[in-house]
T-cell receptor, first 114, second 111 residues
Framework: DAGVIQSPRHEVTEMGQEVTLRCKPI?????LFWYRQTMMRGLELLIY????????DSGMPEDRFSAKMPNASFSTLKIQPSEPRDSAVYFC????????????FGPGTRLTVL | SQQGEEDPQALSIQEGENATMNCSYK?????LQWYRQNSGRGLVHLIL?????REKHSGRLRVTLDTSKKSSSLLITASRAADTASYFC???????????FGTGTRLKVLA
């Protein structure tokens, strides 16, 4: 298996632009998580899905952030409009029910908002 | 706010020595996991310990859990330069798959 795939790996954009991050979970995994990692705040859970349905989005910082999972093999995290404080590494992770919640992380997307 | 707080924040040791890092958390947990993150990479799962377990081993890793003190420790024995990474604990409560990660310990193993 290829593992969790994220794209792009790096994104540089200007303030006010829309940013879309993409994730393909491991086949057969029914949970998908989006995290954000910064030096100041560490690793924060933004939202997670179970069977494509959002379960907990309490970590989404504000309305500028939205996430979708149209099918079991694809999810997006969108920021619109982006701001410099959104600069961070965004990770996607997936897991499978019954595996005691072991999460498999993707390589991350490093986002820089100028 | 962070559920888990690791200490020390940074640790530097010589190859062959043991490394111990600690994690404290605030609320009752279902299980606790330890992850490793190499620079510029995603996190990799190392070991899980359930709330009713006190100790667990996996290769050179030993994890202990003290639910009365709300703390866990990760011991890496006979460390290698390849163990250089950041180590995070993550906790979840019963009935949820929502994990909260600690602040991490940066381990540097000198060859």
């Amino acid at each position: 298996d290829a593992g969790v795939i994220q794209s792009p790996r790096h994104e540089v954009t200007e303030m006010g632009q829309e940013v879309t991050l993409r994730c393909k979970p491991i086949s057969g995994h029914d949970y998908l998580f989006w995290y954000r990692q910064t030096m100041m705040r560490g690793l924060e859970l933004l939202i997670y899905f179970n069977n494509n349905v959002p379960i907990d989005d309490s970590g989404m910082p504000e309305d500028r952030f939205s996430a979708k999972m149209p099918n079991a093999s694809f999810s997006t995290l969108k920021i619109q409009p982006s701001e410099p404080r959104d600069s961070a590494v965004y990770f996607c992770a997936s897991s499978r029910t019954g595996r005691y919640n072991e999460q498999f992380f993707g390589p991350g997307t490093r986002l820089t908002v100028l | 706010s962070q559920q888990g707080e690791e200490d020390p924040q940074a640790l530097s040791i010589q190859e062959g020595e043991n490394a111990t890092m600690n994690c404290s958390y605030k609320t009752s947990i279902n299980n606790l996991q330890w992850y490793r993150q190499n620079s510029g990479r995603g996190l990799v799962h190392l070991i899980l310990i359930r709330s009713n377990e006190r100790e667990k081993h996996s290769g050179r890793l030993r994890v202990t859990l003290d639910t009365s003190k709300k703390s866990s420790s990760l011991l890496i024995t006979a460390s290698r330069a390849a163990d250089t990474a950041s180590y995070f604990c993550a906790t979840t409560t019963s009935g949820t798959y929502k994990y909260i990660f600690g602040t991490g310990t940066r381990l540097k193993v000198l060859a």
